[in-house]
């Protein structure tokens, strides 16, 4: 949160500094709700170490999601404003991984765990381009970060996710302060890896350590934001 208020102070000083004297539709300070699909998934290894056996992890998720966005739109000629911003997401998703071969103990155990995700958020900058008074076509480029954990015994804590992404979309302007946007986005997150300590079974019981890494774990999202414009 630090980040984001940090950020917003930042646009806030920008905005200050602007010259313009063209007022677009969508330029000025905004606050917004929005509610999106979400798909996750994630190619990884799930690998016993000393040993040298490993197998394939598969995490995936098809969510629906609610973020809180606030941001400044600054006019940049008659029809282009440049927005800089950052949403928040306030909820947490759990991404359930299940080795489906190799890395097992003697039972073929391979074990599953639950990778939750929260906290996320993103700071963005959006160019929008006015197709006419009460619509305009958007680009979007941004930063993304969201704290981690994964279930299990004796775990190593996965390092924190961060990455970057593109969205594109429409801006519809609803009354003269309200407006209603539509998007869709991908990001592509930082490889993040951890260990979990468990059980294999045999003659006799040992602990076995076992890596998990989630190799660039992707989001694909579609997004529809109800914004309000001050």
């Known amino acids: 949160m630090k980040k984001i208020l940090s950020t917003t102070a930042i646009a806030g000083s920008l905005c200050l500094l602007g010259t313009s004297a063209y007022a677009q ?16 998934a994630t190619k990884g290894t799930k690998t016993a170490d000393g040993s040298g056996n490993s197998g394939a992890v598969s995490a995936g998720i098809v969510s629906g999601l609610g973020a809180l966005e606030i941001g400044y ?10 927005t800089i911003g950052a949403t928040y997401v306030p909820f947490s998703a759990d991404l359930s991984t299940r080795s489906t071969s190799g890395a097992t103990d003697t039972n073929s ?20 381009f006015e197709i006419n008074k009460d619509a305009a076509f958007f680009a979007k480029v941004f930063y993304s970060h969201a704290d981690t954990s994964l279930s299990g015994t ?31 986005s991908y990001t592509q997150f930082d490889t993040v890896s951890a260990k979990i300590a468990e059980v294999a079974t045999g003659v006799t019981e040992s602990l076995v350590t076992r890596t998990f890494t989630a190799s660039k774990p992707e989001l694909v999202e579609g997004r529809v934001t109800l914004g309000f414009k001050f």
Not at 25 to 40: L, N, R
Not at 73 to 82: F, H, L, Q, S, V
Request: net charge positive; hydrophobic share 40%; no cysteine.
């Open 25 to 40: 539709t969508f330029a000025g300070p905004y606050v917004a709700v929005s509610g999106s699909m979400a798909g996750v």
């Open 73 to 82: 739109g600054m006019p940049a000629d008659k029809t282009t404003t440049i």
């Open 154 to 184: 004796a775990v190593s804590k996965p390092g924190d996710l961060e990455g970057y992404g593109a969205a594109l979309g429409l801006k519809v302007a609803l009354t003269k302060n309200a407006f209603v946007q539509v998007e869709g």
């Open 109 to 128: 155990n391979a074990g599953s765990r639950t990778f939750k995700v929260k906290d996320a958020y993103t700071v963005f900058i959006q160019p929008t």
